[in-house]
Structures are given as structure tokens and as C-alpha cells.
């Protein structure tokens, strides 16, 4: 006889009746299924086969429940969620009460582990009253305690510590259980802010587990984050290391991912934002690989918190973006996961609603990953109108941004029957639906605009902004944070076109966009450092040859004017002889303050290279940018410069030559307007400088 097979048959004494080898069976795994996991695979292989011989269905189906167990244990969620399913199914069909708790408690442990806790919580509940049916009141103490923790992740400690405390009232606590009842009372604890009782609950919850190294380790993990709560780092950092030595010696993947992260929370709690930025990198390696997301989620917003305490601010809009992809696909996968946990017959209606409902979050995520992705926050927007219209009629669709420093709300998405019409401004001053919906944070919902309007607003003119009265309308806020970033309105021209149900769609739309202009935000401010020219604070090359491109795509989509100047300051170079380069640079930054200050708002001024500036005119045709150069000219001739640093402290004055030209719709690249006006500024220099000259000009 084998090892193997000489340590099952220890197990089993002797037992030679197949009814009592199986009891002896599993009484042995309830007991040890997680401190022995060889001879408890081995012991259910064994007994399987003699189960399937037997034809005993209901032997079989606790022999599969073991089973998963060990699978959920080995961190192979899909295998373990896939037979437990089918053992439920079984333990339902045999009228096996105990079992079909068990395989209850069981699923939720699964959508616990894998974040889907309002199907968790669910399972939970069921689980314990089907205990209570049959008097198991061990059983029901576990689903609780389970439903406590549930409902620490789900944000209700105060409700998890009602159950915790009745738990102790009703019910028993099975000796295997007592471990994981402490942890889970820690826990609640600790989420409550009672931290000396989450240590005292704990502690206990590691001396019960004795020997069953996984419920310890569980403990100790949530000890040491306790810990840290507590600014008792040391010994945090002692427990880490221990439970990481342990995790590496059990192949304890996902606690030791667990471990990995309160190490870097740690070390960047101690200004070791370098270690934790490593450590971080593994457990988000390791959680990929088990397909574990909230870990991934946490580790990559902790990284998100370490790289901006770096100053890289790149790396940290980078782990922004994976931590809200992350949170929108735990959400997706949420859902589908409980409308697959729907099996109960009298849920069967309730099923087909949620699918329906899947496919349209689906759709909803899919838009919301596109639109979050997109740094360029008008691209990002434009994306929204064909997505909208999958999911309802909106022939009308606007979105506008709250500009605090205008005091206006800026429409920056306005399409109508698919055609994008021109931006505009609003002052939030006004009397709108739109500053109506920012100024209350609150919906708007009209199913006729002549018989509602009244609700909102003192006074109203018929929307025709494509020359068709709208009847029905929607305006949500765009939220972020405590701010409103912005309004989202969808628009009929048909009466009660819209109910809560689509608003709730168009909410769900709105949060994607208001990430999106949060991420835009973060872009900015990383993308700033790249775009401006340190000495003048303008725009640099590189930034501008984009909104030039911008500009020339418009033109081609839009056929709107733009007018290009080109400035080149004269005799440049002998300010710099005569005078030294601080007199140079000192006459660049006051050439680059004139510019600014007689240019409007939407206007952009940027330094070309050297002494060479351009500006970029929206909506100017050449007669209005030859115009606005001419005064351009005029003022930079009568500058006076003054240079406190300068060997020659005397105020001088500088003149410049300008060449203006258009964006032309026939021009096959940005570039062709950029020569024609860089001609004209070289016209203007050979026909005697201090002198603006026209594209047209010879």
C-alpha cells in the first residue's frame, strides 16, 4: 500500500461500510480541509469513486463541495464558482438543507473574494435562512458573521455591528468558525474607528486559528492594517514581513498580495515612496495573474498617491487612469455576476430585467472606457452622441462646462440630428436650465417644456437652436467631488420622450464624462510643463503646431476663419551685442505681455523660436488679422523696456516686422499657412521693417 493510500485509510479507520467510511470522511474535511490539503485531496478522490459506485447523488455532491473549497482556497475562483453552482443545484434538487446553506455561504464567499458584495450579501442572507429553517443555528452564525463583513465593504459598519452583536445573541459559533467570527468583529471594529477593540478582536481571531494557517493569516493582515491606523508602524512591518515569509511558504497568492499592499502603504507612509512603488508593481502583477480586481484597483490608486508624492505627475495621471478603468470594469463585472447568480425561479422575471439592464451598462462602459481614456477632453466628448443614441432617442445633445474664472457655462458639445453646430457661452448669471441645474445639483426632467418650464425658471423662449421647437428635455449635473463640473442635457423634439429609468442611463454616461474632465485637469497640469516656453510663459512650438493643427482640421470640417500672424522682432541681435542677452530676454517678455493683453480670450499666443512669435485667430478672416496686426505694430513701437539686471539700465525700445495670413480650405496641411505668412513677414522685413504685410502683398 502507498502513502497515499495509507494515510486515507488512517483517516478512516478502519471503516470498511461505504456509509460510514463517508461520515468518517467528512468529518475529517470539516475538520481539516485547510491545514491538510494533499490528504484532503486525495481522501475526496478516494471516496468519489466510491460515492459514484454507490450511486449515492447526495455523498457526491458534498465530495464536489469539498472540492470547491479547495479550489477557492487555491485562489481558482472560476472552478470553485463553477462546481459550487452545480452542487447548490444538486443539494436544492435533494432537498439537502444543510447543504444548500453551506453552498449559500459558499457563493458568497466567492463574490466576496471576488468584490461583488451586494450578490455576496444576498447569498449570505439566503444561506442563514436556510439555516434557521432546519435548526442549524452553527450555520447561521457563520452566514452572519460572513453578512458583517459584507456589509463592512459594502460601507454600513454600523449595520455589520448589529449583526455581529445579535450573531452573538442567537446563534452559535462552530469551533472552526470562532477564527474567522474575532477577524470579522476586528474588522467591523476597525471601520467604525474602535481600534483597540479591532486589536483585542484580532488577536484573539490568531490564537483561535491555532494551527489553520490561512484564518491566521487573514487576522494577522487585517491586524497590521489596524496597526498602521493606529501609527504603530514597527510593529505593523513586523507582523507584514512574518505573514509575507508565510504567504511564500503556503503559495498564499492573494494574501500575500494582501501583504505586499500594506507594505506599501507602509513605506509610503515613511516617505519611501520608491519601495512602495515596488512592492506596488508586484501586487499588481500578482493580482492580474489571479485576476483579482479590487486588489489591482487599491494597488494602482495607492500608486496613484505614491507616484504624485514623487512629482511625477505623468506616471500618476497614468495609475489614475487604470484605477478608474478598473473601478468601472469591477462594476460591469458586478453586475453580470448577479444576473448569473439569479437561478431561483421566482427571480426569473427579475432576470430577464437584468439582463436588459447588463447589456445597456455594458454598452454604457464600454462609452464610459472611451470617453476616459481620452485625454483631449473635446475628443472625448465628441464620442458621446452616437453612443447616447444607442441607448435612446436624443437628436438634441449638449454638454457644457462650468468656467468658474468666466463666470460662464461654456456649451462645448452642441449636436443636433447629428451635426455639431457651434460652441457658446453662457453667463451662469442668467436664467437657464442649465445654471438651474448647476446652482441645485440637481436633475431636470420635462415631458412638455411649455406646461413645465415653471418649475424652474421665471420666464422661457422656445429652444430652437436647429430651428425645431424641443418639447421634452433632461439636464443632469456633471459631478466631481463637491463641484459641478458641468451639465449634461439630452433633448425631443417629441413630448415625454424621457423617464427616470433613461435618466438613470444619462447619469450613468454623465459620471464617465465627469471623469473625463477630471482627467483632462491632471493631464493639464502635467502637460503644462511640456507646452509653455519658460521665458515668456506663451505657449511653446511644439503646443502650438498642435492647436494650428486643431485649427486647420476645423477649418476643413467647419469652414470657419483662421488668421495667422507671424512676428519677428527686428535688429534682434544687436539688442543682445549692444546691450547683453538679459536686455534680450527682458525685451522678449515684455514683447510677449503686450501680445497677451491685446489678444481676446480664445486667441492664442505662442514663441516660434528666438525672437520669432505667432498668434493663432479663431473666427478672423485676413482683413481682421491684418487690423488687429497693424495695432500689434503700433504698440510694440512704443514699448520701453527696462532692464534692472542690465549693464545699461537706460529703458530701450524695440520695433518688429509682422506677417499675417488665413487658414484656407483648400491648404492640404497647417503648413502651408505657416510659409505664406512666414513670407509675408519676410516681405515685411525687406521692404523696411516695423511694418505688417498681407499674405497677398508682393
Not at 32 to 48: G, P
Not at 488 to 506: F, G, N, R
Not at 533 to 551: G, K, M, P, V, W
Not at 666 to 687: F, P
Request: net charge negative.
Amino acid at each position: 500500500m502507498d502513502d497515499s493510500r495509507a494515510s486515507i485509510e488512517s483517516i478512516l479507520k478502519g471503516e470498511t461500510m461505504f456509509s460510514r467510511r463517508i461520515a468518517a470522511a467528512k468529518t475529517w474535511l470539516d475538520k481539516n480541509l485547510r491545514t491538510d490539503v494533499k490528504n484532503s485531496r486525495d481522501l475526496i478522490a478516494i471516496m468519489m469513486l466510491e460515492a459514484r459506485t454507490a450511486g449515492s447523488k447526495v455523498e457526491e455532491a458534498w465530495l464536489l463541495f469539498f472540492s470547491s473549497w479547495l479550489d477557492i482556497d487555491a485562489d481558482e475562483f472560476d472552478k470553485g464558482l463553477g462546481i459550487m453552482e452545480s452542487v447548490r443545484t444538486m443539494f436544492e434538487s435533494l432537498g439537502n438543507g444543510e447543504g444548500l446553506s453551506r453552498c449559500l455561504n459558499a457563493l458568497g464567499v466567492i463574490n466576496y473574494i471576488q468584490g461583488v458584495y451586494d450578490l455576496a450579501l444576498d447569498y449570505y442572507r439566503q444561506s442563514s435562512e436556510e439555516a434557521e429553517k432546519i435548526g442549524c443555528l452553527d450555520l447561521a452564525g457563520a452566514a452572519s458573521s460572513n453578512m458583517a463583513e459584507c456589509l463592512v465593504m459594502l460601507e454600513e459598519p454600523a449595520e455589520a455591528l448589529l449583526v455581529i452583536e445579535h450573531c452573538r445573541e442567537s446563534y452559535t459559533i462552530a469551533p472552526h468558525n470562532v477564527a474567522s467570527f474575532h477577524s470579522v468583529s476586528g474588522l467591523v471594529y476597525r471601520n467604525l474607528g474602535r481600534l483597540p477593540e479591532a486589536q483585542h478582536e484580532l488577536r484573539e481571531a490568531i490564537k483561535a486559528a491555532g494551527i489553520a494557517l490561512h484564518d491566521a493569516l487573514e487576522a494577522r493582515q487585517t491586524l497590521a492594517e489596524v496597526l498602521i491606523d493606529s501609527d504603530q508602524l514597527d510593529e505593523a512591518g513586523s507582523i507584514v514581513e512574518y505573514g509575507l515569509d508565510d504567504c511564500g511558504k503556503t503559495n498564499e497568492r492573494m494574501l500575500g498580495a494582501s501583504f505586499r499592499l500594506t507594505r506599501a502603504r507602509i513605506a509610503f507612509l515613511r516617505g519611501k515612496n520608491n519601495a512602495a512603488l515596488a512592492d506596488l508593481a508586484l501586487v499588481i502583477e500578482a493580482a492580474v495573474e489571479l485576476g483579482t480586481k479590487k486588489i489591482e484597483c487599491d494597488a494602482e490608486k495607492a500608486a496613484y498617491l505614491a507616484w504624485q508624492a514623487c512629482g511625477e505627475n505623468k506616471n500618476a495621471l497614468d495609475a489614475y487612469i487604470r484605477y478608474s478603468g478598473l473601478k468601472d470594469a469591477m462594476k460591469s463585472e458586478q453586475t453580470s455576476k448577479r444576473i448569473l447568480g439569479l437561478h431561483d425561479d421566482r427571480n426569473r422575471r427579475e432576470t430577464l430585467h437584468f439582463e436588459t439592464l447588463y447589456k445597456q451598462i455594458s454598452a454604457i462602459s464600454a462609452i464610459g472606457q472611451r470617453i476616459t481614456s481620452n485625454l483631449d477632453i473635446d475628443a472625448a466628448l465628441e464620442l458621446i452622441y452616437d453612443a447616447v443614441n444607442g441607448l435612446m432617442d436624443a437628436p438634441t445633445l449638449m454638454i457644457a462646462l462650468v468656467d468658474e474664472e468666466h463666470g460662464c457655462l461654456d456649451y462645448r458639445l452642441v449636436m443636433v440630428q447629428g451635426k455639431r453646430m457651434e460652441p457658446y457661452t453662457r453667463s451662469l448669471e442668467a436664467e437657464t436650465f442649465g445654471n438651474w441645474c448647476v446652482k441645485n445639483r440637481s436633475d431636470i426632467l420635462i415631458g412638455n417644456v411649455k406646461t413645465e418650464y415653471k418649475k424652474y425658471l421665471g420666464a422661457f423662449k422656445n429652444l430652437s437652436i436647429d430651428g425645431s421647437k424641443e418639447k421634452s428635455l433632461v439636464f443632469i449635473p456633471l459631478v466631481m467631488g463637491d463641484k459641478v463640473a458641468g451639465v449634461l442635457s439630452v433633448q425631443s423634439h417629441l413630448a415625454d420622450a424621457y423617464d427616470k429609468k433613461k435618466v438613470e442611463t444619462i447619469h450613468a454616461i454623465g459620471s464617465y464624462i465627469a471623469i473625463a474632465i477630471e482627467n483632462t485637469k491632471l493631464f493639464r497640469q502635467v502637460q503644462r510643463l511640456a507646452s509653455v516656453d519658460s521665458l515668456t510663459e506663451l505657449l511653446n512650438r511644439r503646443r502650438f503646431t498642435e492647436l494650428l493643427d486643431e485649427a486647420f482640421n476645423k477649418t476643413k470640417r467647419y469652414d470657419s476663419p483662421f488668421g495667422v500672424i507671424m512676428i519677428d522682432v527686428d535688429y534682434f541681435k544687436s539688442v543682445n551685442d549692444r546691450r547683453g542677452h538679459d536686455a534680450g530676454d527682458a525685451a522678449l517678455r515684455h514683447l510677449a505681455k503686450v501680445l497677451s493683453a491685446m489678444v481676446r480670450d480664445c486667441d492664442s499666443v505662442g514663441r516660434f523660436g528666438g525672437e520669432e512669435f505667432i498668434i493663432l485667430l479663431p473666427e478672423t478672416n485676413l482683413e481682421g488679422a491684418g487690423f488687429l496686426a497693424e495695432r500689434l505694430r503700433e504698440a510694440v513701437e512704443s514699448m520701453k523696456i527696462g532692464c534692472a539686471d542690465c549693464a545699461d539700465t537706460e529703458a530701450f525700445g524695440v520695433t518688429a516686422s509682422f506677417g499675417v495670413s488665413v487658414i484656407r480650405s483648400e491648404d492640404v496641411s497647417h503648413e502651408a499657412v505657416l510659409k505664406r505668412a512666414d513670407n509675408a513677414m519676410y516681405n515685411a522685413k525687406q521692404t523696411g521693417r516695423n511694418k505688417v504685410c498681407l499674405e497677398t502683398e508682393r
